[in-house]
Each structure stands twice: as C-alpha cells, then as structure tokens.
C-alpha cells in the first residue's frame, strides 16, 4: 500500500453524553483501498463513519484527510459522499435530478450538471429511468441511483453506512459485485460500514472488526478468518471451536473438558495464566473412535446439523454444555453416524490451534 | 375493512346514525343557503319564490365590500406570516434539541386552547395600551397569534414523515444550511406549507370574537354580520352567511387535497 494513507484517525474519541461511542480510535486508511468496518449494532461502525463523513464531531482525537486535519470542516465543505441505509434519496425529485444535487450545490452550471449526471446514469444502468420518480422504482435502482448521487462530484472516497441491508439476498450479490468492480475501476477509496460478515470478507480489501468503540482487529479477510486476534472476534465470526482454562506451565491448557496441548509458538503462557485457543471449524474432524495421539479431542454428543452449500456444519455439545462446531463436506459426513444425541469425537492437530487474547 | 361478522342490522343502524349527524351540523348551514335564495322576508315555510335580490342587495352595500376588503386584507397577511412563523417552530421542534423544549412546544401550542373572549379581551387591553387597537393591523396581529399553532401542526406533520437522514444527505452532497432548507426542506414540506396557508386563511376569515374586540372601524366580514342581525333581521345576513361558508369549505378542501395527497406521495420503504 502506499506510504502516506489518505485517512488518518489519531486517538479519535466520541461520546454521546455519558455513552462512549468510540474509544481512542486509531486508523489509516489507504489510497484506493476498500476497506470494511464490521461490528454489530452499537460498536461505534457507523459512528466512525459519520465522524469522517462531517456529521458527527469527535469529541477527542484529530482527523486527517490527505493529510490536513477536517475536524473542523463542515460535512457541506468536505468531498465525502457518503450512501445512507435509507439511501436518503430525494422523494420530490427526479432520478436525474437527484443525481445532479451535489453538482447543482457545487455550483456547476446546468448543461455541464446535466451531461455528466447522464454520464453517470449511463454507467450505473440506469438512463431510462432518469425521468422517474424515486417512488416508482426498485430497490435495486435506487441504489444505483444512492451511488450516481454520490459518485457524480467524483470523490477520492465514498462512504456507504450498510447500503445493501434493505435488499433481497440475490440483489445483495449483485450490487456486491457492481460495487467492487465499481471501486477496481474507479480507484477510489471506499469504506463500507456493515455487519455482515458475507459483505465484508467478499468485498473488502481490509476489514476493521469494532465492538462496544474499539478495534479488536485490523487485517484482510483471511488473516481475520484464519487466526481471529481476540476471543471477541473468534466469537464474532462464529467459524472457531474456543477452548478457554488455565495454562499448567508446560504447554498444555486444562479446560473444563480436558486437557490440550498449547500451540508451539514459542510463547507458551505462564502457569495458571488464563488461556483462551481456539480452532477452526473446518480444521475441526469428526470420529466415532478415540482418535490418535497426534490429535487433542474432546467427546460431544450432536446437537444438530446445518447445510452450508457443498459442506455442512455439525453442532455439539460438549460434557460441561459449552458448544463445539465442525465443518465437513458431504462425503466426509456419509460415513459417520450423524443424529442428534449421537456421542462421537471432535478432534483437531494441536498445530492448527493459537491462542486469542480474553480482552 | 372485513365486516364479514358484522350484522346488517347494526351495519344499517350506523349508517343512519353518521347520515343523522351530518344532518344536524349541516342544517342550519342549508338552511341559511336556501333562505338566501328566498323572495320572504322572513326565514318561514312555505318558501317564496326562488330570488337573488337579496344577492344584489348585499352586493350593493359599500358596507359589505369594505368588510370583505379587510377580511381579505388581514387574512392574506395572516395566512403567509403565520405559515412562516408556524413552519419556523415545526422546523424548530424538528431538528433542535434543548432545555425546555417542552415548555416552549407547550407555549407554541397554547393560543387556541385559550377561550377566544378571554383572548380578545387581553389582546384588546394589551394592543390598545400600545396603542395599536382597532386598526387591520390588531386584527392582524390577534389572528397570526391563533393561526401560528395550526400552521405549525400542520408542518410538524409532514416533517415527521420526512426520513431524518435526507436533511443530513443534502450537507453531506454540499448543501449548506440555508441550500438544504431551501432545496430540500421547503422543497419536501410544500404541500404542507400551502396546505398551511389555506387553513390558516380560512381560520381568520371566520374568527369573530377577537376581531370584534380589536378591529374597531376596520371590521372584518365576520364582525359585520353581528352589525346587520343586531340592527334588523335581515335575509342579507343568510347571504352573507353562505358566502363566508362556501369561501372556507374552499380553503379547507383545497387543503385537505394538498395534504392528502402528500401522505400518499410518501415513498414506501422498502
């Protein structure tokens, strides 16, 4: 990525009177970049968000855009478009003309307004309804018509606070793809606030993950996945078996239904240290005999099963009631005894696992 | 509506009862109508004939012209300054939030709930204190302080069908404050904003108590009409009647379509 990020957070707090809604957040954003803010509702996302955009002012911290601090900067003076998850269209005005606003308040006389509000319908696909009324169109169109609004002043970022939440699920992969091949080819910067997981790793080229105001991880959809930083985001993404005791000292972590064997990174944690490790549910296997010692297994009885495409993930319980997860495609499953109330072993390689910080 | 369970007798029975109240608000009404179309002198069956002398009569009286003259005067002012007042605390009430904001919605809501004679009464102590009683200007002034609430209701109505982020949208794409009230707020709440100023139009045009404590020679229509039934009993007072009546169905309905119509304008979310 380049050196010098076109947004930077530095200590950025913000507070709703007693309410933190964002907790000393530090962040650059890169130059063409789509990057992902994910969290659930409440995590300061949007608040984020909203502060960039102009219509929130931090309470603490500075904000940079290409470099010059905009904290004090009124969102009008500010080339921030953002896209609303209402979408925020204007119902007494015309798909054109709605396209046009941000250049008609820009001052931009109307011949050239209306050639490249036209340009922009073109490209979003959307010329034969530049009559319409907002009313009268789909879900769909409107939010072709959110993004000609606010890419027509052509921006060096866009913000878009969860703009596909109001869609179907198939228009949902649609516009996905429309905005990523969007962001490829015009090389701007798109922060995208969500709490879809789905969104966020099949679109962003980095995703931020937030809770209650502060960022628990920072990395690409796989780093993310394959090694969650906190318990928080192992728990978030839901894709993890975690394994939470005490560490004896020796590399081995004793849980309430066993003892494992620690990951051998050479950061074996103190004894009696609370630990937490965690590992994939695809890493997870499946046995109805005790498995090797090359393996760390805990005994589960299946609580149920759920189709996920060419796999399916089995859920179970295990003896202290806490949930275990494996994932595993169909032929793998053929061959197991898979009905709820069914004891079996849930194994894994003690390399596959790491550990999470609890914070 | 599913009045599938409902029984014919009581669906009858309801019916009859609505018709029986429209007819006993609206008799009196029709029957000052027909009587302003009577040759009688006297409001008594059997009728007349069918004559429009008493039309000529009171469109010949210099009398009548200078009443609806103020009428129109001081309604036409009331109606703009009491909309801009009204959609000003609407707007107000819309997008701050401060101390005591209830009380001052409270306030703003306050002048029709007061008995108009105790209203007119004060107005006419205070206004003649500062020495601006019985001139078109204490009319106007007593009648925007009663309008004012109405066209704020009004406004408050539409604006709480407006999605709160269209305002913050207008900033985001480059509008200042006075760009996003003037393209999008005023743009949004037009229906609203007419609908206003034909209620509050119609709302002067009919008051009568404060206008009779404060017009002094500068009576409105409404005043007049006093005048001609304190003097003589007057077919004239019928026409009079009819016309002040017809004038605000017109404003009302002319409203009632504005504002229904933006209701149903309202995108639907989806």
Redesign the interface.
Known sequence: MQSEPLVTFNGVIKKFGAFVAVQKLDLEIHKGEFLAIMGSSGCGKTTTLRMLAGLDAPTEGEIRLSGKPINDLPTWQRDTPMVWQSLALFPFLNVIENVEFALKMRGVGAKERRTRAENWLERMQISEFATRNIAQLSGGQRQRVALARSLVVEPEILLLDEPLSALDAHLKVRMQSVLQGLQRELGITFVYVTHSQSEAFSMADRVVIMSKGIVEQVGTAQEIYRAPKTRFVAEFLGSSNIFSGKSDGNGMLATPVGKFRLPQDGTSPQKGRSTTMVVLDTRSHLSVEEPGSEFDFVHAKIIGEEFTGATATIYLEAEDGSELRVQKDHDTLAALPIDVGQPLYVSWRPNETHLVSDA | MNDFNRSRFIEIGLRFYVVLSFAFVFAPIAASFIFSFNSDRFPSIPLGAFSTEWYRAVANDPLVWDGLGNTLFVGIIVSVVSTALGFGAAYTDFRYRFFGKPVYMALALLPPTIPVVILGLAMLAYLSRINLSGQSVSVIIAHIVICSPFAMAISRLRLSQM?P??E?????????EW?AMR??IV??C?PAIFGALFITMAVSFDEFAIAWFVSGLNETLPVKVLGFLQGQVSPRINVIGTFVFVTSMTLVIIAQILLTRQTR??????
């Open positions: 999605d982020d269209l913050a949208a207008a900033w985001n794409l480059g509008a200042s760009a393209y999008v743009p949004f037009l304008e309202t995108p639907a979310k989806d």
